[in-house]
Nanobody, 124 residues
Framework: QVQLVESGGGLVQAGGSLRLSCACS????????MGWFRRAPGKERELVAA????????YYVDSVKGRFTISRDNDKNTVYLQMNSLKPEDTAVYYC?????????????????WGQGTQVTVST
């Protein structure tokens, strides 16, 4: 059974940075496209970034372009999200999950269960 464990969240001031990690186990990580999602209070969970397994091609939603960078290490079964120039509107619980190609802002996670996520709080 696939397990996803997110970490790296925290409280940061606006303009600050955080690096999130997602450790995957129980599956063949290297053949999955992976994505980072977030759920802000009172909102639906949304995709913010994704990366292909074949060539590491990234995708970003408009609201994080130029600020977030997704990467992966297939040897470590881990996907990362470097978040720079954080804004209060980035405050959310962040999750990782498999994502099917093609990526879009409407993409959903395809694993049946989600990890517990990691809280990111950006203060003004």
């Amino acid at each position: 059974q696939v397990q996803l464990v997110e970490s790296g969240g925290g409280l940061v001031q606006a303009g600050g940075s955080l690096r999130l990690s997602c450790a995957c186990s129980g599956g063949t990580f290297s053949v999955y496209h992976m994505g980072w999602f977030r759920r802000a209070p009172g909102k639906e969970r949304e995709l913010v970034a994704a990366i292909t397994w074949t060539d590491g091609k990234p995708y970003y939603v408009d609201s994080v372009k130029g600020r977030f960078t997704i990467s992966r290490d297939n040897d470590k079964n881990t996907v990362y999200l470097q978040m720079n120039s954080l804004k209060p509107e980035d405050t959310a619980v962040y999750y990782c999950n498999e994502v099917l190609w093609p990526f879009s802002e409407n993409s959903k996670g395809t694993y049946g269960s989600w990890g517990q996520g990691t809280q990111v709080t950006v203060s003004t």
